[in-house]
């Protein structure tokens, strides 16, 4: 973010800042004004297409990420990874969050920001918690965009060349 984007991660939870930088790079904000809506759409915008060689990203806000574990040393950072490539995300990981208190407290930020407007945070989810209340154990998982990979791989720009079997058809021209 400071090396593509001239700002800091704990600089943009100022809201006049925050919205300076959004301005300036030209940004169109669709989404709520929230701190994590604004890192993803200056990371989206500005950082993202950089990442040409592969290059894995870490040290996410906690706010970005509501169903990771925190870091021991670092609890405003959550242990996750994306992986880039060709300008796109290839991959994401991440630690789960299997403390219950930790997970109800992250969901009711979600829902407050989702009463302020933010259409993609989430609501409480009483039935997770009380699951996580009974116990989970340490887990993880990693997502890969085989699609994106081979996009990568085969040195296409649009998704709809690489899809096995797209969900939309190309329009023919009309006569």
């Known amino acids: 973010m400071q090396k593509y984007a001239g700002v800091g991660l704990e600089e943009l939870r100022g809201d006049a800042l925050a919205h300076r930088k959004i301005a300036e790079f030209g940004i169109h904000m669709d989404k709520s004004f929230e701190y994590a809506n604004v890192v993803n759409e200056i990371f989206d915008k500005m950082v993202e297409p950089h990442f040409i060689d592969p290059t894995f990203v870490r040290e ?63 609501s409480m989810d009483f039935d997770y918690v009380r699951a996580l209340q009974y116990g989970m154990p340490p887990a993880g998982g990693l997502g890969i965009g085989i699609d994106r990979l081979v996009m990568v791989l085969l040195g296409v720009e649009s998704i709809r060349e690489v899809i096995l079997f797209p969900q939309l058809k190309r329009r023919e021209p009309q006569d």
């Open 60 to 122: 996410y806000p906690v706010e970005i990420s509501p169903l990771a574990k925190r870091m021991a040393e670092q609890q405003q950072i959550v242990q996750r990874f994306e992986l880039f490539a060709g300008g796109m995300e290839l991959a994401n990981a991440f630690t789960e969050l299997n403390d219950p208190i930790d997970q109800e407290e992250r969901f009711a930020q979600q829902a407050a920001a989702k009463a302020r407007g933010d259409e993609e945070s989430q």
